[in-house]
């Protein structure tokens, strides 16, 4: 990585991944000649890179692709039907002709000639000169222009021409486009650094980014290290220096790497956005969202995600696969650190695009997960490990309540590192839960030669339980089981043998992706992800720099959701975190638990093909709103008159239906915003309903969202 340490993310017990000498915005050592990055597809690249970096980016509501954006009014605006536009467009122009020709043969008397009259010298009249032939015809093409004007008022020439003419034709205008700004209004130039002085180093990264050296994630990343220099993390010297040796090279990740192997989503680090789609031109839509790109970021993550929808949806390809390459790309630049968790060959990008990959019972993975999350505490490890072996257990019976299970663990978890320096593992673990005298009486012994008494007392009562009525060391033991399998053997070392992960490591930007085995291990794999989502809540709670994005991605989360994680959920705001949870159905998530999550989520999507009481769960926190109903009465007008009935058919011509007498009736209902039968049955294919909540407390209502726009 740099000269201050090497990063090769194989870790320790002690500590699973090793940290730079500074945080990793800091600005450090670098290859004499920064080695041009490999572009991932996607990315922009050259004079793409510019005029990426210059394109507008309004303010706009949540969840809006604001990447060269154009807001919108608040309400739509009447629009006259087209075919009732075209048809009045031609009516006017045929009475302007009509007018003219009037005009010009005379059958309208000759008054509106007398204001040429008045102006032409009676020397002119004869013969006819060149001069008043000029003024004649001026005159005549003033008089038609007027004609012209009027009807095309009348007719509304205007927006036929915004409808269907160049300006329909014509895309967004991009800021490069035009000339180069300022250097003082030039994002490419770094004002910001101009402004605090730093002259040099701006000149050499705008140089940069003219020559094509220049990614979006390169100044993603140097922005980032910038920010920790405002904030006096870092001093300007040492920043300055690092930009000038090294260019757009400076500062660089951990790892070294300067971009993904492969884009899939389009991305805007200016933002931090990552485009999932696009809003529907549905009526159910607000205005000023219909056709607008759809967008994530760490703004709306940090409030977490849930969706929801059965196989085949779209949650893994159109939902986790952008967010996952989107926080990734956020870990290169050093604002943020994701871990993935999903199945075992899921499309969750290659393995290059990770720092570490943890794949769980295959024997060519290179990295272990620690079971303990790294702690030294025996009551924080009880803790977490209840939590992943008894948490899914909410009904009030055997096992079913935390607190007892983190009380047997902590009973024996002090006493065994006391004696060994070290947690069990899994075969230890389970023999110690499951009463068995050779290892009990082990740690008897020393606790009594190291003079531990207290701890003592706990394993004495932890063997007086054993042989009660009820005693949760039994459910604990057979959960336990479960992870002391052949399969697992090499995995769950607590010796300091393997290299395992923890994720203490998230107060850095780094990538993780752990593979969990569903096959044959189902039951296996949702306590492991139990596990992780208990680590991930309980070490982002305790980190320093909340200024980097926390989240956790879990792909499947069936059998997850238990009552201590959806307390944990709530508290990620405030700790600058988030999670995003997938799931088939709600049916995977216990009753008393399902409206708690919804409440509890900031982003909630349904999916094409979501059940009738799945939408009945969504409509409910979605709620109500108030909306103006319209009750329309259509009487058709019988004409009696030859006259009458021509203007009947005229009528009829224009605007393409029968004259009718209508009447409107309008009052105001409160109706549901999405019905559970219109999340069952009216959302199209690869679309969704999207409502969205930042963590500044915006909320965007549920939007139809096409995940392909």
């Given at each position: 990585?740099?000269?201050?340490?090497?990063?090769?993310?194989?870790?320790?017990?002690?500590?699973?991944?090793?940290?730079?000498?500074?945080?990793?915005?800091?600005?450090?050592?670098?290859?004499?000649?920064?080695?041009?990055?490999?572009?991932?597809?996607?990315?922009?690249?050259?004079?793409?890179?510019?005029?990426?970096?210059?394109?507008?980016?309004?303010?706009?509501?949540?969840?809006?692709?604001?990447?060269?954006?154009?807001?919108?009014?608040?309400?739509?605006?009447?629009?006259?039907?087209?075919?009732?536009?075209?048809?009045?467009?031609?009516?006017?122009?045929?009475?302007?002709?009509?007018?003219?020709?009037?005009?010009?043969?005379?059958?309208?008397?000759?008054?509106?000639?007398?204001?040429?009259?008045?102006?032409?010298?009676?020397?002119?009249?004869?013969?006819?000169?060149?001069?008043?032939?000029?003024?004649?015809?001026?005159?005549?093409?003033?008089?038609?222009?007027?004609?012209?004007?009027?009807?095309?008022?009348?007719?509304?020439?205007?927006?036929?021409?915004?409808?269907?003419?160049?300006?329909?034709?014509?895309?967004?205008?991009?800021?490069?486009?035009?000339?180069?700004?300022?250097?003082?209004?030039?994002?490419?130039?770094?004002?910001?650094?101009?402004?605090?002085?730093?002259?040099d180093a701006a000149e050499r990264l705008a140089a940069e980014a003219r020559s094509g050296l220049m990614r979006d994630v390169d100044h993603a990343r140097i922005a980032r290290a910038w920010q920790g220099v405002q904030r006096g993390r870092h001093s300007l010297a040492t920043f300055t220096g690092a930009v000038l040796s090294h260019g757009a090279a400076a500062c660089p990740h951990p790892s070294g790497a300067r971009d993904l192997p492969v884009r899939r989503a389009r991305h805007d680090l200016v933002t931090g956005q990552v485009r999932i789609g696009a809003a529907a031109d549905d009526a159910r839509n607000p205005y000023a969202y219909r056709g607008a790109g759809l967008a994530l970021g760490p703004e709306l993550l940090g409030t977490s995600l849930l969706a929801v929808g059965p196989a085949g949806s779209g949650k893994t390809g159109s939902l986790v696969r952008p967010l996952t390459e989107s926080l990734c790309l956020h870990a290169l630049a050093g604002r943020a650190a994701v871990v993935v968790v999903g199945a075992a060959g899921a499309d969750l990008g290659p393995a290059d695009a990770y720092d570490v990959v943890v794949r769980i019972g295959h024997p060519d993975s290179v990295y272990d997960l620690d079971l303990y999350g790294g702690t030294t505490d025996p009551d924080e490890a009880a803790v977490v490990l209840a939590e992943a072996l008894v948490g899914d257990l909410t009904d009030q019976h055997q096992g079913g309540d935390t607190r007892r299970s983190t009380t047997v663990l902590a009973q024996l978890l002090g006493p065994f590192r006391a004696v060994h320096g070290r947690f069990p593992g899994v075969p230890e673990l389970r023999q110690l839960l499951e009463g068995a005298p050779g290892p009990l009486a082990e740690l008897r012994e020393g606790l009594r030669a190291a003079g531990q008494d207290s701890l003592l007392r706990e394993l004495d009562a932890r063997e007086r339980q054993m042989d009660r009525p009820g005693d949760v060391g039994g459910v604990l033991a057979d959960r336990v089981a479960l992870l002391d399998r052949p399969a697992f053997a090499p995995f769950f070392d607590t010796s300091g043998q393997s290299r395992p992960f923890s994720l203490k490591a998230l107060d850095h930007p780094v990538r993780v992706r752990v593979d969990?085995?569903?096959?044959?291990?189902?039951?296996?794999?949702?306590?492991?992800?139990?596990?992780?989502?208990?680590?991930?809540?309980?070490?982002?709670?305790?980190?320093?720099?909340?200024?980097?994005?926390?989240?956790?991605?879990?792909?499947?989360?069936?059998?997850?959701?238990?009552?201590?994680?959806?307390?944990?959920?709530?508290?990620?705001?405030s700790a600058g975190a988030g999670v995003v949870l997938t799931l088939r159905t709600l049916d995977d998530v216990p009753r008393p638990l399902r409206g708690p999550l919804l409440g509890a989520i900031g982003c909630r999507m349904a999916l094409s093909g979501l059940t009738p009481w799945d939408g009945q769960d969504f409509a409910e926190v979605w709620g109500k709103e108030w909306t103006e109903a319209r009750d329309v009465t259509d009487r058709q007008i019988i004409a009696e008159t030859p006259a009458g009935k021509a203007v009947h058919m005229l009528r009829r011509v224009i605007t393409g239906k029968a004259p009718t007498a209508r009447a409107v009736t309008v009052r105001q209902v409160e109706r549901e915003r999405w019905s559970a039968s219109e999340l069952a049955h009216a959302v199209p294919a690869g679309h969704a309903v999207l409502s969205l909540t930042s963590v500044k407390g915006e909320h965007a209502p549920p939007l139809l969202v096409d995940l392909h726009g």
């Open positions: 990585m740099d000269g201050d340490g090497t990063r090769d993310a194989r870790g320790t017990h002690a500590n699973p991944v090793p940290r730079p000498a500074g945080p990793p915005e800091m600005p450090t050592e670098a290859p004499t000649v920064p080695p041009r990055p490999t572009r991932a597809p996607g990315s922009p690249d050259g004079s793409a890179f510019l005029t990426w970096l210059r394109t507008p980016r309004p303010q706009a509501l949540p969840g809006v692709w604001r990447f060269g954006h154009r807001p919108r009014p608040e309400e739509e605006p009447e629009r006259v039907p087209g075919r009732q536009l075209l048809s009045g467009a031609v009516i006017a122009f045929l009475v302007g002709w009509l007018v003219w020709s009037l005009l010009w043969n005379g059958y309208l008397g000759g008054w509106w000639l007398l204001p040429l009259y008045a102006m032409i010298p009676d020397s002119w009249a004869e013969p006819h000169s060149f001069a008043s032939v000029v003024v004649v015809y001026a005159y005549y093409v003033l008089v038609a222009g007027i004609i012209m004007v009027a009807v095309g008022r009348l007719g509304r020439w205007g927006e036929i021409w915004r409808r269907y003419g160049p300006p329909a034709w014509r895309g967004a205008a991009t800021a490069g486009a035009g000339p180069a700004p300022a250097p003082e209004e030039d994002p490419a130039a770094w004002p910001a650094l101009r402004a605090a002085g730093a002259h969990l085995p569903q096959r044959g291990h189902a039951d296996a794999s949702r306590m492991l992800a139990r596990l992780v989502l208990a680590q991930f809540t309980a070490s982002v709670s305790v980190r320093e720099d909340r200024s980097l994005f926390a989240c956790l991605v879990l792909d499947d989360a069936s059998g997850v959701v238990t009552p201590e994680a959806v307390r944990a959920v709530q508290r990620l705001r």
